[in-house]
């Protein structure tokens, strides 16, 4: 007998047939794509963002006519380090697909090209470059530029956590960015962010250079019907049950957040045999042991952090969703200092991500660390 393959997958690539739903989503991007327009993809984070545009990319009318390409910029902190990781990911992607095209980005690469390595058993190109090597990145972000115009197949490029380079300390790397991006031809470009109001101030402010040069998407939580049915059909196809009533309440408790709903399910059928029935129990102990994991990270994390905005923390995650929180009512309710400290803490959280500001509403970003919030302060 097989090996039992657990259809909630949470790491890599998603087969098809354990991609849940996002239909109408992954219909949009590929068309968008396909039709020489860029995208912005807005979502929260570890809402599916990453797994759609990797689910797209594995589409036959991509996979089999387009070079792509996959970017995380979450962590980098200037256009260095952006330039270092966008030509890493094409030379590797590039070398087990062409040969000569791997060559050929090499001998485009002018400003590094001596810093290669090479194989001596195959004698191809190795990226043997370091961060350090990349002397004038200005120069050779130009020179990718020009090589992803110069190739055989048109290219897609995906930037995710794009809202990182208005952190960069450099001057005007957005309408660096964008004159290259402007000028290249034979490729698109996929912007995935999770912070909403950096993202939309990029893309729908007229004041800088990105204003209306891509389509948006904004994802959203898969439909609760629709996820229900997801996962009581994987559990029923390999003889296991599980209620609806049990599916609902990990989909309540994280709001529809992806990751954590998939998670949850994935160490739960780990947990039930087949035959039997997944039950409540079974699902607060993976969420119980899902916190305990994460509460070594979120108390680092805290212990950096100033007290006024940590009480800030604490306050939103016990109202859940927090309105007017600079109000003498909320001040006094979560016995915070004043207004403006409170208005002072809330940029700070805001700009490290760790709170989300939609309308006139605040709420912690990540519903793991809310939830591990209020079980050790709440």
Known sequence: MGKIVNPFIITGRIRPE?????????????????????????????MGKTGLIRFCYDKEEISKNYYTFFIDILHTSSLREFTFLLGREIFETLLPKSRRMARMFVQTLKSVSGKFGF?????????????????QPEYTLEEIFKYLSSADKPCIVAIDEFQQIAK??????????????????????IFAGSERHLMQEMFVSSAHPFYNSADILELKAIPSDTYAEFVAGHFGKRGKNISKTSIEYV?????GNTYYMQKTFNEAFADTQEGEECTLETLQRAIDNMIAASGVVFSEMLSNMPESQKMLLYAIARDGNAERITSSDFIRRHRLNSASSVQAAALKLLERDLIT????????????????INGIYG
């Open 18 to 46: 354990f991609f849940c739903d996002r239909v109408q989503e992954s219909t949009r991007l590929v068309r968008s794509v396909t039709n020489g327009n860029n995208l912005v993809v807005i979502s929260p984070r570890r």
């Open 119 to 135: 194989d001596p058993i195959t004698n191809l190109p190795a990226f043997s470059i370091e961060l350090g090597d990349i002397e």
């Open 168 to 189: 960069y300390p450099e001057k005007n790397i957005e309408a660096l960015l964008r004159t290259h991006i402007q000028k290249s031809e034979n490729c698109n470009f």
């Open 251 to 255: 989909y309540n408790l994280f709001e």
């Open 357 to 372: 500001k939609s309308g006139k509403i605040y709420s912690i970003t990540d519903r793991l660390l809310r939830m591990w």
